[in-house]
């Protein structure tokens, strides 16, 4: 079993930046593919970044939507994973979900296995 807690969501301007943080108990996430989705109201949840199980390299996987803006990364000895927004747009509003799969399509939701509670992120225009 893995356990995900996010946290680090809030309101900010649009142009500003936040960074979200999922930390993980109960497995070694270097071990896991994790991947980050947002839900905005009304919406399918919908894939936005992740990350590679180490032994596959550990290589990062964007949404076309934040490329160039979003970056995922991992901090093995904290277990835990970073989403680093910036030039955050009001588009970007929606709850944001940490999820963690041993192995699978890193952007297939329905694969996932353990998921967060969720952190809102608003973004003001």
């Known amino acids: 079993q893995v356990q995900l807690v996010e946290s680090g969501g809030g309101l900010v301007q649009a142009g500003g930046s936040l960074r979200l943080s999922c930390a993980a108990s109960g497995r070694t996430i270097t071990n896991y593919v994790m991947g980050w989705f947002r839900q905005a109201p009304g919406e399918e949840r919908e894939f936005v970044a992740a990350?590679?199980?180490?032994?596959?390299?550990?290589?990062?996987y964007y949404a076309d939507s934040v490329k160039g803006r979003f970056t995922i990364s991992r901090d093995a000895a904290k277990n835990t994973v970073y989403l680093q927004m910036n030039s955050l747009k009001s588009e970007d509003t929606a709850v944001y979900y940490c999820?963690?799969?041993?192995?699978?399509?890193?952007?297939?939701?329905?694969?996932?296995?353990?998921w967060g509670q969720g952190t809102q992120v608003t973004v003001s225009s």
């Open positions: 999820a963690a799969v041993p192995r699978g399509s890193y952007d297939d939701k329905n694969g996932y296995n353990y």
């Open positions: 990350i590679s199980a180490s032994w596959s390299g550990g290589r990062t």
